[in-house]
């Protein structure tokens, strides 16, 4: 980085301190996309804005969430007719989906204009394991109770 010259054996710069492996590192290209087009897209589906803005992996995660959480709903809603013990779970699911989707665009909005993340990505992935974990067991509550009427 300074153009001090260095022995090969070692790792830093001996005149600045620069790691070695940094200097090899390509720079993070990220997408320039306006504010409200980022948000348009997380509306269109939560997470495409966000890979607009080239966090993939980010908008990944976004959009499984809000898929399952908004599908388990519809199958709690299936699985709740007649069952008045499930109908609060039911709207649960539904709301967590509609904040996920909600959120996406948001947080979309806010990465265009240079913000950083409302949530990472690690918890919404601990988040997933959660819903899917107590999604599948209000839908054997529900089988359950429904076939021993």
């Known amino acids: 980085m300074c153009g001090g010259k260095n ?5 830093t710069c001996a005149t600045c301190g ?3 492996a940094q ?3 390509a720079p993070v290209e990220r997408g320039q996309v306006d504010p409200r087009d980022a948000a348009i897209r997380s ?12 966090r993939g992996l980010d908008g990944l995660a976004r959009g499984v969430l809000f898929v399952v959480t908004f599908g388990l709903g519809v199958l709690l809603a299936i699985a709740a007719w007649g069952s008045g013990a499930l109908v ?3 709207a649960l699911f539904l709301v ?5 989707y909600a959120m996406s665009a ?14 990472e990505t690690k918890v919404l ?13 209000l839908l054997v509550f529900g089988v359950v109770t429904a076939t021993h009427r």
């Open 7 to 11: 022995p090969i054996q070692l790792d």
């Open 18 to 20: 620069t790691p070695f």
């Open 23 to 25: 200097v090899m590192r």
């Open 43 to 54: 509306l269109i589906f939560p997470g495409l804005g966000h890979r607009a803005l080239g």
């Open 88 to 90: 609060a779970a039911w």
């Open 96 to 100: 967590a989906g509609i904040g996920v």
């Open 106 to 119: 948001f947080e979309a909005h806010r990465l265009a204009q240079g913000g950083d993340l409302l949530v």
């Open 125 to 137: 992935m601990w988040a997933l394991v959660g819903v899917v974990f107590v999604g599948v067991g």
